[in-house]
């Protein structure tokens, strides 16, 4: 199996073209469907399944809902113009409780695609001057306009979707 880096090891690019928003804009869009496309065809059992440790299916999908309200509340930073974005619980402790593997699949897919939808309806609203405002990142330290915060949700969206195909493989 193909090694995916580990999260927390991970480095993004500064993007210094905001015009490539709205095609990030696009992507970020498609996750709740991307996710929807992925589970489809799996049975309860294996969506809820455990595997060397990690989260079940269930719990990535759970997870990528549960990280909505930070994407929110770091885009509202950036138009606000704070200094630094709000601090993530890095230990993950809303997934850790909220026992996604209890919740149908349909109730996660779409609580996710409606908070996600939150997100891309306030960046769709945006003005080119907001795109300037700058906030550092609390954990990369490094600093983060709108469009490289909207690329560091997407690439967060695949790499927990990466992690529910690995899961599906097994």
Known sequence: MMRRTEWF???FPVIEDNGVLPAIIERLSGTPARAEELTTHADEATLSAKRN???SVKEQVGHLWDMEPLWLGR?????NGAAELR???LTNQRTQNA???ATPLKDLLRA???QRRLFVDKLQQLQDDQLENTALHPRLKTPMRIVDLAYFVAEHDDHH???AREQLKV
Do not use: G, M, P, Y
């Open 53 to 55: 440790d990690k989260w």
């Open 75 to 79: 885009l509202e930073d950036l138009i």
């Open 87 to 89: 601090v993530a619980d």
């Open 112 to 114: 996710f695609r409606e």
């Open 99 to 101: 026992n996604h593997n």
């Open 161 to 163: 979707l990466a992690a």
């Open 9 to 11: 090891k991970r480095t």
